[in-house]
């Protein structure tokens, strides 16, 4: 009876141990590698090289800093560092998306990523929005017969008033989840006076990856996807409401986190920002 005792809490104890480690495992907390933009003018290897020293492995970058591909990529493999996300440019999914397509197979990424929608500064309107469903749809499907999926980062703007929501309620009911869905910028998501978990509430099948990013308490917001970069600060610091967001991403399944930090001082803040993701329950 002792022994199976024994046994018994030996099997518990593994199969708690897996749950957490699975549980580790399930979220992916990485780096959208526009946070060290100042950092690879200087030294690209360097800057790799730190990313590793903070334990993270999953990154979301597009270009090659000036670098061949082939060194470039060697530099990701040393540094055991996996570009999950291929960031792309409106422009360069309207004109050629077979070709970030290739670049992003080329990288081993599961995602096409696009943050910004041209327009005339100050002005967001509908017509806006159609033009990117057009370039979106296209690119989304071309990327589905690939095996990659293609994400929207929305940046803000995309909340003006529409009918009995918002231009961005119209972008995602007209966008089919199969071929476009979304990367919610936390930050971007409250500066335009939106709450994210609410957000994440409503589309829960339709965001795929975040973008962690907090705020300074006090900042001016606004619908016109500005803010300065000062306003970025410390994740659990500012008035996003991180941990919330955390508890609601993970409930919906959300796998990639990536931060994002445009501080000035984003090469200090990460570590910290770090720190608090882990420390989560």
Not at 23 to 47: C, H
Not at 130 to 156: R, W
Not at 174 to 191: A, G, H, L
């Amino acid at each position: 009876m002792k022994a199976q005792l024994i046994f018994t809490r030996l099997i518990a104890g593994s199969i708690g141990l897996f749950v957490s480690l699975n549980g580790l495992v399930a979220q992916e907390i990485g780096l959208q590698l526009y946070s060290l933009r100042n950092e690879f003018k200087t030294d690209v290897p360097g800057t790799l090289a730190k990313i590793k020293e903070w334990k993270i492995s999953k990154i979301e970058g597009g270009g090659t800093y000036g670098l061949p591909m082939d060194e470039y990529k060697k530099l990701l493999q040393q540094n055991n560092l996996q570009m999950v996300s291929y960031g792309a440019g409106f422009e360069e999914l309207a004109k050629d998306p077979q070709a970030v397509i290739d670049n992003a197979k080329a990288f081993g990424s599961k995602f096409i990523m696009c943050a910004w929608v041209p327009h005339k500064e100050g002005e967001f309107t509908l017509d806006d929005i159609k033009k990117a469903i057009d370039v979106f749809s296209a690119a989304g499907k071309l990327a589905y017969e690939n095996g990659i999926k293609f994400c929207y980062h929305p940046h803000g703007y995309e909340f003006r008033p529409y009918e009995n929501g918002t231009l961005f309620d119209y972008l995602v009911k007209n966008t089919d989840p199969r071929y476009v869905n979304y990367e919610m910028d936390v930050f971007w998501v409250k500066q335009p006076g939106q709450d994210p978990v609410a957000l994440l509430k409503k589309y829960p099948k339709r965001f795929l990856m975040l973008h962690l990013k907090d705020r300074q308490p006090g900042t001016e917001g606004n619908q016109n996807g500005r803010a300065p970069d000062e306003s970025n600060v410390v994740l659990g610091k500012g008035d996003v409401g991180i941990a919330a967001i955390m508890k609601e991403a993970k409930k919906i399944g959300i796998k990639y986190f990536f931060i994002e930090d445009e501080s000035p001082n984003a090469a200090e803040q990460i570590p910290q920002s770090l720190h608090f993701l882990y420390s989560l329950k």
